[in-house]
Structures are given as structure tokens and as C-alpha cells.
């Protein structure tokens, strides 16, 4: 059974830095791509930031592109985000996503993901 559990949300002050993990089980990192998305109140839910061990590609959003960091530990079989000068518009809830790797082809889109976490929330102090 696949799980993906996150964690490391919290209350931070504009600038400052969190790393959030997720946890997964059930499945190997080269079947899949791993997807950060977010979701803020009243809003769709988007994607920040993928990676995939089949090619080693990653994809950021332009919002978080350059402040955020996405990587895998395999030996923990857990991926991280750490995101740096975090800004109040960053405030939402993070989810972690895996997508079953189809075929070569990868995307760090939402409707492509197959299994989701449960969310941790985010809040960026102004």
C-alpha cells in the first residue's frame, strides 16, 4: 500500500526557512515521480515542485523557483522541500504527491499524481 506522510509545517516569520519532509512507503522511487504541491484557502491547488529518479529531472514552479529545494533521501526512501525567504503568499497547505511513471515521460502536474498525503500547513507571518 502506498503512503506518502508529510511533515515540518509550522509558523515561520517572512524570511525565515522550514524543511518539509515526506515520508513514503510502499513503493521505490524509480517507479514514480515525488510532487510538492500546495494549496492556499480559496484557491486551486498547485504544483512547486517535482523530481524524478528515473532521469533526474526536477521541475519548480516560477513562484518558488530559486528560494526551493527539492530532494530525495532513497536510503530513507523520504523526499524533502526545504524552502528558503519564505514569503506570506507562501502560506498554504503543503502536500507530498507520487505519480506511477507510465512511460518516460514525467509531469509535475496535479491531475497526473496518484497518491497524496494528508497536508501540513505552512503559515508565512508578514
Known amino acids: 500500500e502506498v503512503q506518502l506522510v508529510e511533515s515540518g509545517g509550522g509558523l515561520v516569520q517572512a524570511g525565515g526557512s522550514l524543511r518539509l519532509s515526506c515520508a513514503a512507503s510502499?513503493?521505490?522511487?524509480?517507479?514514480?515521480?515525488i510532487g510538492w504541491f500546495r494549496q492556499a484557502p480559496g484557491k486551486e491547488r498547485e504544483a512547486i515542485s517535482c523530481?524524478?529518479?528515473?532521469?533526474?529531472?526536477?521541475y519548480y514552479s516560477d513562484s518558488v523557483k530559486g528560494r526551493f529545494t527539492i530532494s530525495t533521501d532513497n536510503a530513507k526512501n523520504t523526499v524533502y522541500l526545504r524552502m528558503n525567504s519564505l514569503k506570506p503568499e507562501d502560506t498554504a497547505v503543503y502536500y507530498c504527491?507520487?505519480?506511477?511513471?507510465?512511460?518516460?515521460?514525467?509531469?509535475?502536474?496535479?491531475?497526473?499524481?496518484?497518491?497524496w498525503g494528508q497536508g501540513t500547513q505552512v503559515t508565512v507571518s508578514s
Open positions: 523530481i524524478s529518479e528515473s532521469d533526474g529531472g526536477t
Open positions: 510502499g513503493f521505490t522511487f524509480d517507479d514514480y515521480a
Open positions: 504527491a507520487a505519480e506511477f511513471l507510465r512511460g518516460s515521460n514525467w509531469h509535475c502536474w496535479v491531475n497526473e499524481y496518484d497518491y
